[in-house]
């Protein structure tokens, strides 16, 4: 599995990637010939020291898997991109794949092959609005602040809003997960989410635990955030198990804050996550990757993004590494049944720049990407990256012809920020400025 991945940085740290691209193309070649049965007899991870290797042996459907259970790794591949194999078929398909088997087709899909077969996959999740549906793309309003200033994101906040942007989440990674801290962005989002009747969600990107403690208090939680991984050990060492996402879900599901929907978790993914982590058992990032998303399908998720370039160059080097891994993160979930995002972004210190950007956003909305993140400029001053913008959003949008969630794309229409895919925000903003938000923050 290693060998056969395109070449990465992470995999040669990691010591699991081929020497030469002939060594490449020759286990390319033999994993084309693996049954796609055999993925669940020679697990890589062994069953009886991992619970991740049990989640996925355990909620494994063999009726959903029997279409395909006769093929090898090729032959799926060949099954994958027929015009016969469409979204229903695929999303019946899902519960019988294991995230081996879709990582190991991955391995040897071009990247043309992968956007047309995830371009197939709908996916569809709802709490206040509808994410996912076809002719829509979601972004998730990241109002980030390095030092976690109340009014740096409430003016953020605006100015994304203003923008049509947060139909996903309006989602805060916080600079530090103190309790009181957490407490005051949360309430923030949910004041100007209930004073203008947004069609959207808020979550604070804290730790599990964290937002357990909250929803205990009595806070308003929307979203349960948590970044997983695709070992026990990885989950381990981000101070989570099953057992306490579980927790999590049951709780929030219990607020029922939803009005369209239950999907109330949100995860973060990335390849380099266990290797970084020193939990990736001696498996190839990638397949570590899909790993998680079985985490993931667990709990019902309303969001899934990964964070493809977020470590930097020790784990993928430039923006040809990091546009392949975002294709293949994207193709697998979707393959796995999960509403996959992506955080389009890379370090500065990577070989990459916003060009490798801009093609990697557009490849990812052509296969039919779920929603990217907004953020003022592309540059995240708390996380230190590049990523995308407020602007990134309408240029897809005009580009594809797409709209937000339904529900938030009427809001837009009714506050005057949207006419059809067109900004008119003159009037809205005066209406949104006479709240008073940044005023009262300070007050």
């Known amino acids: 599995m290693g060998k056969a991945t395109p070449l990465r940085s992470g995999d ?104 047309l077969a995830a371009s197939k996959v ?94 205990n208090r009595g806070l308003p939680v929307d979203l349960v955030f948590q970044s997983i991984g695709g070992t026990e050990l990885t989950n381990r060492n981000f101070g989570v198990n099953l057992a306490i996402l579980k927790e999590a879900h049951e709780a929030a599901l219990s607020l029922k804050r939803g009005t369209v929907g239950d999907n109330v978790m949100y995860f973060e993914t990335g390849q380099g996550t266990a290797l970084s982590s020193d939990g990736n058992c001696g498996i190839d990032m990638q397949t570590c990757e899909v790993r998680a998303y079985a985490v993931a399908r667990e709990f019902r998720p309303l969001l899934v993004n990964t964070v493809v370039g977020f470590i930097g160059p020790e784990y993928l080097y430039d923006g040809k590494q990091i546009a392949r891994a975002g294709l293949e993160d994207h193709f697998c979930a979707k393959l796995l049944g999960l509403p996959m995002g992506c955080d389009v972004c890379y370090t500065n210190h990577a070989e990459a720049d916003q060009d490798d950007q801009d093609t990697l956003l557009t490849m990812l909305a052509a296969a039919g990407l779920t929603f990217i993140m907004g953020i003022p400029g592309w540059d995240d001053i708390m996380l230190g990256n590049q990523t995308t913008s407020y602007h990134d959003s309408h240029y897809i949008r005009q580009l594809f012809k797409l709209k937000p969630a339904p529900e938030f794309d009427e809001w837009l229409q009714n506050s005057g920020i949207c006419s059809g895919l067109r900004l008119s925000s003159k009037n809205a903003k005066n209406r949104i400025l006479d709240y008073g938000l940044i005023s009262k923050q300070k007050d």
């Open 122 to 215: 709908c996916v569809v999740t709802k709490f206040r609005d509808t994410i996912g549906l076809k002719g829509h793309f979601s972004t998730r309003l990241q109002p980030n602040h390095p030092t976690d200033d109340i009014n740096a994101i409430a003016a953020s906040m605006i100015d994304g809003l203003l923008y049509g942007i947060g139909d996903a989440v309006i989602g805060v990674n916080p600079a530090t997960d103190n309790t009181a801290n957490v407490e005051r962005i949360l309430r923030l989002i949910d004041d100007v989410v209930c004073a203008y009747k947004i069609p959207t969600q808020s979550c604070v990107l804290s730790h599990v635990t964290t937002t357990i403690d909250m929803m």
């Open 12 to 115: 040669v740290l990691g010591k699991c990637a081929a020497h030469s691209y002939e060594e490449r193309v020759a286990a390319q070649m033999c994993l084309a010939d693996v049954p796609l049965a055999q993925f669940l007899e020679d697990l890589l991870i062994p069953y009886e020291t991992d619970e991740v290797t049990r989640l996925i042996i355990d909620r494994h459907d063999k009726q959903a898997f029997a279409p395909v259970a006769g093929l090898t790794v090729g032959e799926f591949r060949d099954w994958l991109l027929k015009y016969e194999t469409t979204s229903d078929v695929l999303k019946r398909l899902s519960r019988g794949l294991t995230p081996e088997m879709a990582a190991a087709v991955s391995k040897i899909m071009s990247n043309q092959d992968l956007i």
